[in-house]
């Protein structure tokens, strides 16, 4: 009996959920340039954002940030600490071109800052 009450315990914390916590998860300088952010490195800073609220989401395969508006942002990376669906951030960066030639699904953006926000 000893035995089946040490296995649930065990299984119950291994358990993990995707659910953020009301910490403040800042996503720092030093990670963000650990990402690769060269994809745009040819394109015009067309402006910068700063501290704008957003929302994380995930059409097909491909990772964005609903900002202000309902514009989408496309990072080149995003850190594997923020690819879960659904989640509120702030985040600031610069927002690059989109060439005349080319459909997107979200608009080419570099990013300088992006954190959890609390609710």
Do not use: H
Request: glycine content about 6%.
């Amino acid at each position: 009996m000893k035995n089946v009450y040490f296995l649930l315990f065990i299984a119950f914390l291994s358990c993990k959920t995707n659910k953020v916590t009301d910490e403040t998860a800042v996503s720092d300088k030093s990670e963000l340039e650990s990402l690769d952010q060269t994809c745009y490195k040819n394109r015009k800073m067309i402006k910068t954002v700063e501290n704008q609220q957003g929302q994380i989401v995930k059409i097909g395969q491909t990772w964005l940030i609903n900002g202000e508006n309902n514009a989408r942002f496309q990072p080149c990376e995003l850190p594997l600490a923020f690819q879960i669906e659904g989640i509120p951030c702030i985040f600031s960066g610069e927002v690059k071109e989109i060439f005349q030639t080319e459909r997107r699904i979200g608009t080419p953006f570099v990013m300088t800052q992006l954190e959890f926000k609390n609710e």
